[in-house]
């Protein structure tokens, strides 16, 4: 007879597919993913911007808040992935063309 303490296997979870951003760009601890989305056929991109951090265990943290000196390096990452969507767009558009 099975003990009442038997634990039974563990059930396999589907996998799940984790999106992933299209471009990730880093200036020193501030860091801008950009993300690419669909909806109603028509493509459209997104960008989360983070700042990295070591707490006091020496552990590596994210976080959406920013300091006075970490603006500019935030100004350049979206310029930069502004240029990036718009020539995404851009080899989007001509690969439909063709």
Do not use: C
Not at 6 to 11: N, R
Not at 40 to 67: A, C, E, I, L, W
């Amino acid at each position: 007879m099975p003990s009442k303490t038997a634990q039974s296997a563990p059930q396999s979870k589907p996998a799940t597919t984790a999106k992933l951003p299209v471009k990730t760009l880093r200036l020193g601890r501030i860091k801008a993913a950009v993300w690419e989305n669909e909806a109603d056929q028509k493509k459209f991109f997104n960008v989360t911007f983070s700042r990295t951090y070591m707490d006091d265990t020496r552990n590596f943290h994210d976080t959406d808040s920013f300091g006075r000196d970490d603006l500019p390096l935030v100004a350049k990452l979206a310029d930069q992935a502004h240029t990036f969507i718009f020539e995404r767009l851009a080899e989007s558009k001509s690969d439909h063309s063709e």
